[in-house]
């Protein structure tokens, strides 16, 4: 059986644009994909803590080094510049494969810097809960 869990996130980083008229998506800088494992076109959640707005939409590459965070089309109804925002992206596993999956944090600083990397550790199996 597969199971959506966490595969990665980018927590509290600051949106950079919002821009309603751009082709849908969420516009992220180039090396924070590559630090938390995002790819072009990988379906995110994104959680918006200023307002609790949460929507899903799919990633956009951004200039490297830019710090873009930048919301599109029809969701950049739901945030604007400044607000700090969690970006989600769940993946199908096995229980196997979660086992062995640490997801990827980044937590960020208001610049869209990395303040840290860390990953979390999966939890115990049901197997060992229950067994």
């Known amino acids: 059986m597969l199971r959506p869990v966490l595969y990665c996130k ?3 980083a600051a949106v950079t644009q919002a821009d309603p ?3 849908g998506s969420i516009t992220i800088d180039a090396d924070l994909l590559e630090a938390s494992g995002l790819r072009v076109n990988d379906k995110v959640l994104i959680a918006n803590c200023r307002n609790g ?3 899903e939409t799919y990633v956009f590459r951004g200039e490297p080094g830019s710090g873009v965070v930048g919301i599109n089309g ?3 109804l739901l945030a604007e ?7 989600l ?3 199908d596993m096995t229980d ?3 086992a062995e ?9 208001e610049d869209n810097t990395i303040a840290q990397s860390l990953n979390y550790d999966p939890g115990p199996s049901l197997a060992t809960v229950d067994g």
């Open 81 to 87: 510049p400044g607000d700090r925002v969690i970006i």
């Open 74 to 76: 029809a969701a950049a």
């Open 53 to 55: 707005a949460r929507f």
């Open 21 to 23: 008229e751009y082709v």
């Open 96 to 98: 196997a494969e979660y």
């Open 101 to 109: 999956h640490h997801p990827q944090v980044l937590v960020m600083n």
């Open 10 to 12: 980018i927590h509290q």
């Open 89 to 91: 992206h769940f993946a």
